[in-house]
């Protein structure tokens, strides 16, 4: 992720929402998703090493849809800036108000992906059941 945005540092995000434009520099979304692919990382970690034990199902739906998720976004994210799927006209409906539709989709996709985290997080800190040491997954 660090690689993309050092290399496609001069391009940008911009996102339309009404008559307010948000622009987001590549460099700096690579940077804000690397740091939280750290801090989930360290966080599975932290309950690794004090030995609780996480729901593995919940796991996988998180990585599944964090990790997926981001490259289907970025996918949709370059097509949507591609001309081809801007309108002649704000009258006019064509696919990019699909693939705009696309994108919020998976954006609430991912952060219910982070919710289940979360969850995931709390159930084994107040779970009972503790991982002894020849358990550990190293």
Do not use: P
């Not at 998976?106 to 219910?112: A, D, E, M, P, T």
């Amino acid at each position: 992720i660090l690689i993309i945005g050092y290399f496609y540092n001069e391009e940008s995000f911009d996102l339309n929402v009404h008559d307010t434009y948000f622009v987001i520099y590549n460099d700096y979304l690579s940077y804000l998703i690397s740091k939280c692919f750290v801090l989930i990382g360290l966080f599975y970690f932290t309950i690794i090493k004090i030995g609780r034990e996480l729901k593995n199902w919940m796991n996988l739906i998180h990585s599944f849809i964090t990790i997926f998720g981001l490259l289907i976004l970025k996918i949709l994210v370059d097509i949507s800036q591609n001309s081809f799927f801007q309108s002649k006209s704000i009258y006019e409906k064509n696919d990019f108000d699909y693939i705009k539709f696309g994108i919020v989709i998976l954006v609430l996709l991912i952060g219910i992906a982070q919710i289940i985290f979360i969850v995931n997080l709390i159930i084994a800190l107040f779970n009972k059941k503790i991982i002894k040491s020849s358990e550990k997954v190293n």
